[in-house]
């Protein structure tokens, strides 16, 4: 048996879970078309007055995997402006951010066990890991806390969404 890679561990997962948050978003519009409300509904959705609302969650989601796949690969991360104000422009950066995952070369992130990682922090010192230690114990875990959350947020807001759907083909 093979050990997994770290690009087998990290970029078609995250490609994998931004396709389902694709077909989520697709059901929402649909959802508000059936209902007959704007989808402007869903951008400021929370499950709590302190949480970060549903377009940051994606912001969050997208930032977290591109920002992993740079860092293994010993990129900078893209940067996007984190102005969507539509559920089209978030389709959209998901597909962007897909795009991009997708688009760095396997041989650019393998290896990367060992690869200081830095995370910058708004307050403090910033975080250190090994390339292994983040993608398994900061960034997966992030990006999922993330793509949960607008998950969570679309059912709450009646989607009709399921495990499967959740989970994807």
């Known amino acids: 048996m093979n050990p997994i890679s770290m690009h087998d561990a990290s970029a078609p997962v995250f490609a994998k879970m931004l396709g389902n948050m694709l077909s989520w978003l697709e059901a929402a519009k649909a959802h508000a078309e059936a209902k007959k409300f704007s989808t402007d509904v869903y951008l400021t959705l929370r499950l709590?007055?302190?949480?970060?609302?549903?377009?940051?969650?994606?912001?969050?989601?997208?930032?977290?995997?591109?920002?992993?796949?740079?860092?293994?690969?010993?990129?900078?991360?893209?940067?996007?402006?984190?102005n969507e104000a539509t559920l089209d422009e978030l389709i959209e950066r998901i597909r962007k951010t897909r795009d991009y995952v997708l688009s760095v070369p396997a041989a650019a992130v393998n290896g990367s066990e060992g690869r200081e990682i830095t995370i910058p922090r708004r307050v403090g010192e910033p975080l250190k890991f090994d390339g292994s230690t983040y993608l398994r114990h900061f960034a997966l875990p992030n990006f999922y806390f993330h793509a949960t959350t607008t998950y969570a947020l679309l059912r709450h807001a009646g989607v009709p969404l399921g495990k499967t759907d959740y989970l994807g083909g």
């Open 48 to 82: 709590a007055p302190d949480m970060l609302p549903f377009t940051k969650q994606i912001q969050i989601a997208s930032d977290a995997a591109k920002g992993c796949i740079a860092r293994l690969s010993g990129q900078e991360p893209p940067k996007f402006e984190d």
